[in-house]
């Protein structure tokens, strides 16, 4: 059963262009996490979807930033205009379906993707 | 600060020892997980011990967790030099989708 997939893993932009992150999720699992973490520092929370919902977008800058998870295919975090600000490394997380008791806790992560903003 | 900070921020030590890391955090919480960070890469999922839950084992790691003082604590027993990682806590919110992980403690183990 593969882990979390991510790619790119490396990711080279120019200030102004977009950024397109994917994600896809370990198998049988329906919830996606993003999370963002800069030089030094521990993760910080951007978004939470399900197939085709967002569920929580709270850590998610109000502009220039999106996500999504289709049906079909993985979750894109889109970044527009980048800024040098944006680089960072983007890490998604998944987990399996939820009970009745809300989503299960452990968060399986990606390898992550590296953004350079030139 | 911040929920989910650990102490200290860094730590080294020989092979052998045991190393010690601890966690504070603010609001009540459902668990609270660890997670090991080898430098350029993922993160890789430790152990999770429940609010209702004190120690919990896995291997070579040792988790405590005082909810009246809201702190926890990973212990590292007989360190190996492939120990050499940063080390995060992470406390889920009342609804259990989002971590809060805090600034993690950089270990280093000397062979």
């Known amino acids: 059963n593969a882990g979390v997939m991510q790619n790119p893993r490396h990711l080279v932009r120019r200030r102004g262009q977009e950024a397109r992150l994917r994600c896809s999720p370990m198998?049988?699992?329906?919830?996606v996490y993003w999370y963002r973490q800069l030089p030094e520092e521990g993760l910080k929370f951007m978004v939470y979807l399900q197939k085709e919902n967002i569920i929580d977008e709270s850590g998610m800058p109000k502009e220039r930033f999106s996500a999504e998870f289709p049906k079909e295919g993985p979750s894109i975090l889109r970044i527009q205009q980048v800024v040098r600000g944006d680089s960072a490394a983007y890490f998604c997380?998944?987990?399996?379906?939820?009970?009745?008791?809300?989503?299960?806790?452990?968060?399986?992560f990606g390898p992550g993707t590296r953004l350079t903003v030139l | 600060s911040q929920q989910g900070e650990e102490d200290p921020q860094a730590l080294s030590i020989q092979e052998g020892e045991n190393a010690t890391m601890n966690c504070s955090y603010k609001?009540?919480?459902?668990?609270l997980q660890w997670y090991r960070q080898n430098s350029g890469r993922g993160l890789v999922h430790l152990i999770l011990?429940?609010?209702?839950?004190r120690e919990k084992h896995s291997g070579r790691l040792r988790v405590t967790l005082d909810t009246s003082k809201k702190s926890s604590s990973l212990l590292i027993t007989a360190s190996r030099a492939a120990d050499t990682a940063s080390y995060f806590c992470a406390t889920d919110g009342r609804y259990g989708n989002k971590l809060v992980f805090g600034a993690g403690t950089i270990l280093r183990v000397k062979s």
């Open positions: 011990i429940r609010s209702n839950e």
């Open positions: 997380a998944s987990s399996p379906p939820s009970g009745l008791a809300g989503p299960t806790d452990t968060q399986y």
């Open positions: 609001t009540s919480i459902n668990n």
């Open positions: 198998k049988g699992h329906s919830h």
